[in-house]
Antibody, heavy 121, light 113 residues
Framework: EVQLVESGGDLIQPGRSLRLSCTASGFTFVDYAMHWVRQAPGEGLEWVSGISWNSGSITYADSVKGRFTISRDNAKSSLYLEMNSLRAEDTALYYC??????????????WGQGTLVTVSS | DIVMTQSPDSLAVSLGERATINCKSSQSIVYSSNNKNYLAWYQQRPGQPPKLLIYWASMRQSGVPDRFSGSGSGTDFTLTISSLQAEDVAVYYCHQYYSAPYTFGQGTNLEIK
């Protein structure tokens, strides 16, 4: 059974940093690209960032480019999101999502339960 | 960026009746080399993460009931629930994965009439 478990969410002040983690199990982690998708309270879904299986291809939404860094550790089946210079508008539930296939097959076939990031003074 | 626009924003359908949700992309999301539409549909029940229903515009994900179907090509797509069940109450999102940034529709809230 595929499982994605996010952690690291917290209440944090604007301008500070936070690191999210996602631990994967139930599939061969190294074979798939992974992504972060967020959802602000009561709002829709926003793709944040994605990373290929070997970290050779990394993409970001413009809203987080230059502030967030995605990474992965295939030996630990783990995905990370380093978030710097946090803003109130970064407040959201952050989901870890597995890509459904290789290359450009970037639909998300499994999602974690999410970890909540609240940016407020 | 490719803008995804769903209609309607909300929908109330009687149990057993058909529900139809539309999604329009601001540009074609068909990749010429494979003629595939890079469009997925998700269901999000209250308090739950999204669940993949449909990918490649019309391929049903394993385990998804066959009352769910996807259609369309190019810029216009449709999710149809042929006979609404109580457990289908949710918000539905379309999603283009043709090019980054990968964008979602604003969501359609489906309720029971």
């Amino acid at each position: 059974e595929v499982q994605l478990v996010e952690s690291g969410g917290d209440l944090i002040q604007p301008g500070r940093s936070l690191r999210l983690s996602c631990t994967a199990s139930g599939f061969t982690f190294v074979d798939y690209a992974m992504h972060w998708v967020r959802q602000a309270p009561g709002e829709g879904l926003e793709w944040v960032s994605g990373i290929s299986w070997n970290s050779g291809s990394i993409t970001y939404a413009d809203s987080v480019k230059g502030r967030f860094t995605i990474s992965r550790d295939n030996a630990k089946s783990s995905l990370y999101l380093e978030m710097n210079s946090l803003r109130a508008e970064d407040t959201a539930l952050y989901y870890c999502a597995k890509a459904g296939g290789s290359g450009r097959t970037v639909y998300f076939d499994y999602w974690g339960q999410g970890t909540l990031v609240t940016v407020s003074s | 960026d490719i803008v995804m626009t769903q209609s309607p924003d909300s929908l109330a359908v009687s149990l057993g009746e058909r529900a139809t949700i539309n999604c329009k992309s601001s540009q074609s999301i068909v990749y010429s080399s494979n003629n595939k539409n890079y469009l997925a549909w998700y269901q999000q029940r209250p308090g739950q993460p999204p669940k993949l229903l449909i990918y490649w515009a019309s391929m049903r994900q394993s385990g998804v009931p066959d009352r769910f179907s996807g259609s369309g090509s190019g810029t216009d797509f449709t999710l149809t629930i042929s006979s609404l069940q109580a457990e289908d109450v949710a918000v539905y999102y379309c999603h283009q994965y043709y090019s980054a940034p990968y964008t979602f529709g604003q969501g359609t809230n489906l309720e029971i009439k």
